[in-house]
């Protein structure tokens, strides 16, 4: 079993179209984001799959976006492929995303090359 870390960004206006993104990413129903005094949040944890996601304080005028992080546990090439899936369903959502992946032991240290995958290369 390998331990992928993961982090980045969704660039969105509000909060709706991330979540359902997230939702259908996970597969799980409703998550429970939330409303907080400095935007919104969402933490979806199982046995496999940790992510935490929160809107991003920007500057007046400047777009809105989301940061993710999180780790998939499992298979290399399976959990590689859930991210390639967040990736489409952002492009197919009309959603900028960018994420950077690497794998990583069990204190969270990595053990291999980071990699990035973005919308614009969702095509490939």
Known sequence: MTRIAFYGDIAASESRPVSSVLTNWLDRGPLNGRERMFGYELTYEDESTYLYCHE??????????????????????????????LINLCASSGLSCEIDYMPVDSEGEPVGAEVTMTTRDSSK
Do not use: C
């Not at 399976?78 to 991210?83: H, K, M, P, Q, W």
């Open 56 to 85: 991003a304080a920007t500057a007046p005028g400047r777009p809105t976006h989301y940061l993710i992080e999180g780790t998939l546990d499992g298979d290399e090439s399976e959990s590689v492929a859930n991210l390639k899936q």
